[in-house]
């Protein structure tokens, strides 16, 4: 008998564990806007360790954001467990299109079949009673909205997601970029705690964006949205202890509430960007706070000698632009002196919230001949979006001498003023001269 019980206990156990999990694939709606943002949910019966295979998804949607969720149950004695993947798309194409199967480890989900229309379509997440009962909400504008912007000048704009503290994961993304549009993070968001029109305590995360319009014209800054979770309500041990445990939903790693997913969206705003000005007569549009440009000799600055090579480390820095605006830098050419500018290095980053761009480059200098040689001037036009004046920030010309020292030292008599200045260069054999002041106004040699 006991033999029996355990072939029968054990067959139940291989049957159980070899059981594939059912995959669920399911999306906010059947009909969706070109270019906004949607919620594809996949939904294993099971917690899942592998994640989804996306790749199949990149012929016609992109994806935006993903976010996973497991939860374990327990009721009235029985427990299961599923595994929710919150996944943001857009759809590249209008027409009817296939979500294809989306592996998950070995097994799959059902594809979907949905209709892409280039029309307005109902908003189901304005719809969303929850999220409206417990404050949340998604506001976007452009600081400064009254000033006029020209095309690629740096826009500040700024995203505040409104709710009750509640709100544990989740970053705003921007729909249907396309190529109007570079949009670049301005760093960690900033929090702020106010109250309501009821005296109700509220939480204001603040991020701010660097928008730069790629074409003049009325322009519509992108859609934002913010796919995320928040904790369920009944937080507090209290509530917990009044709830029978055996029907309650625990999640990893809130013991003490559910996490449910959250989908708010900020309409897109229309601004008019304007064209390079007219009067602006640079080769290159660089709209930006400020721009400057520096010179340095590298190994600090030489002795001209006619077929020797310096390097001079050129650097162009500029407020308010992407590595990306910033021009190649022009080294006119010069008789007398043959140029070798090096391959440009770029590089962005941000000081105290704002766009910093950085283009450095080494370019070396080698004089063909004696005498006077002039290393010409280096400008960089610009447009100062503070002042609205078109400014041009230069490196003067120069002037060098090369002096073929050797050749007027070693084949006739040359008189040197300030020797010690020559250091290693000046010659052993020669004949030293002191002339110093006198009180009475004289001089004396020797």
Same mark, same amino acid.
């Given at each position: 008998?006991?033999?029996?019980?355990?072939?029968?206990?054990?067959?139940?156990?291989?049957?159980?564990?070899?059981?594939?999990?059912?995959?669920?694939?399911?999306?906010?709606?059947d009909?969706?806007?070109?270019?906004?943002?949607?919620?594809?949910?996949?939904?294993?019966?099971?917690?899942?360790s592998?994640?989804?295979?996306?790749?199949?998804?990149?012929?016609?949607?992109?994806?935006?954001?993903?976010?996973?969720?497991?939860?374990?149950?327990?009721?009235?004695?029985?427990?299961?467990?599923?595994?929710v993947?919150?996944?943001?798309?857009?759809?590249?194409?209008?027409?009817?299109?296939?979500?294809?199967?989306?592996?998950?480890?070995n097994?799959?989900? @059902?594809?979907?079949? +949905?209709? =892409?229309?280039? /029309?307005?379509?109902?908003? #189901?997440?304005? *719809?969303?009673?929850?999220? &409206?009962?417990?404050?949340?909400?998604?506001?976007?504008?452009?600081?400064?909205?009254?000033?006029?912007?020209?095309?690629?000048?740096?826009?500040?704009y700024?995203?505040?997601?409104?709710?009750?503290?509640?709100?544990?994961?989740?970053?705003p993304?921007?729909?249907?970029? @396309?190529?109007?549009? +570079?949009? =670049?993070?301005? /760093?960690?968001?900033?929090? #702020?705690?106010? *109250?309501?029109q009821?005296? &109700?305590?509220?939480?204001?995360v603040?991020?701010?964006?660097?928008?730069?319009?790629q074409?003049?014209?009325?322009?519509?800054?992108?859609?934002?949205?913010f796919?995320?979770y928040?904790?369920?309500?009944?937080?507090?041990?209290?509530?917990?202890l009044?709830?029978?445990?055996?029907?309650?939903? +625990?999640?990893?790693?809130?013991?003490?509430?559910?996490?449910?997913?959250?989908?708010?969206?900020?309409?897109?705003?229309?601004i008019?960007?304007?064209?390079?000005?007219?009067?602006y007569?640079?080769?290159?549009?660089?709209?930006?706070q400020?721009?400057?440009?520096?010179?340095?000799?590298?190994?600090?600055?030489?002795?001209?000698?006619?077929?020797?090579?310096?390097?001079?480390?050129?650097?162009?820095?500029?407020?308010?632009?992407?590595?990306?605006?910033?021009?190649?830098?022009?080294?006119?050419?010069?008789?007398?002196?043959?140029?070798?500018?090096?391959?440009?290095?770029?590089?962005?980053?941000?000081?105290?919230?704002?766009?910093?761009?950085?283009?450095?480059?080494?370019?070396?200098y080698?004089p063909?001949?004696?005498?006077?040689?002039?290393?010409?001037?280096?400008?960089?036009?610009?447009?100062?979006?503070?002042?609205?004046?078109?400014e041009?920030?230069?490196?003067?010309?120069?002037?060098?001498?090369?002096?073929?020292?050797?050749?007027?030292?070693?084949?006739?008599?040359?008189?040197?003023?300030?020797?010690?200045?020559m250091?290693?260069?000046?010659p052993?054999n020669?004949?030293?001269?002191?002339?110093?002041?006198?009180?009475?106004?004289?001089?004396?040699?020797?």
């Amino acid at each position: 008998m006991k033999k029996y019980v355990f072939l029968v206990l054990l067959t139940l156990f291989v049957t159980i564990k070899g059981a594939a999990a059912a995959i669920t694939a399911e999306v906010s709606g059947d009909v969706q806007p070109l270019g906004k943002m949607f919620t594809l949910t996949l939904t294993a019966d099971e917690n899942v360790s592998s994640s989804p295979d996306l790749s199949v998804l990149n012929q016609n949607f992109k994806v935006y954001s993903t976010s996973v969720s497991r939860q374990n149950y327990i009721i009235n004695g029985k427990s299961s467990a599923t595994t929710v993947w919150q996944i943001g798309l857009i759809a590249l194409n209008a027409g009817e299109q296939e979500i294809p199967a989306i592996k998950v480890g070995n097994d799959s989900s @059902n594809p979907l079949k +949905i209709t =892409v229309t280039d /029309g307005v379509v109902e908003d #189901s997440v304005s *719809k969303n009673a929850p999220q &409206k009962e417990r404050g949340y909400k998604l506001q976007a504008e452009v600081i400064n909205y009254d000033k006029p912007y020209y095309v690629q000048q740096q826009i500040n704009y700024e995203v505040v997601l409104t709710d009750d503290g509640s709100i544990i994961s989740g970053n705003p993304q921007f729909a249907d970029t @396309n190529s109007d549009w +570079i949009i =670049v993070s301005l /760093g960690n968001p900033q929090i #702020s705690m106010t *109250k309501d029109q009821n005296g &109700k305590p509220v939480r204001n995360v603040a991020f701010k964006y660097a928008l730069f319009p790629q074409k003049s014209g009325n322009l519509h800054i992108p859609e934002v949205w913010f796919e995320g979770y928040a904790k369920g309500k009944g937080g507090t041990l209290n509530e917990l202890l009044n709830n029978n445990i055996f029907d309650l939903a +625990i999640n990893t790693p809130s013991l003490f509430g559910l996490e449910t997913p959250v989908s708010l969206k900020a309409n897109s705003q229309a601004i008019n960007i304007l064209p390079v000005p007219a009067d602006y007569s640079g080769k290159w549009w660089l709209p930006a706070q400020k721009v400057e440009l520096l010179a340095d000799w590298i190994g600090g600055k030489p002795e001209f000698k006619a077929g020797e090579a310096v390097s001079r480390l050129i650097t162009l820095k500029a407020i308010g632009v992407t590595e990306n605006q910033l021009p190649e830098i022009n080294f006119k050419p010069e008789e007398g002196i043959k140029q070798y500018p090096e391959q440009p290095l770029r590089q962005g980053k941000l000081a105290g919230g704002t766009p910093i761009a950085e283009q450095t480059v080494v370019n070396v200098y080698v004089p063909e001949k004696s005498g006077k040689l002039i290393l010409p001037e280096i400008a960089v036009d610009w447009y100062n979006t503070a002042s609205g004046q078109i400014e041009k920030a230069v490196i003067p010309a120069e002037e060098i001498w090369e002096l073929n020292i050797e050749e007027a030292v070693y084949t006739g008599v040359c008189l040197i003023e300030w020797p010690e200045k020559m250091g290693a260069y000046l010659p052993k054999n020669i004949f030293k001269v002191n002339i110093s002041a006198q009180p009475d106004g004289g001089r004396k040699i020797a």
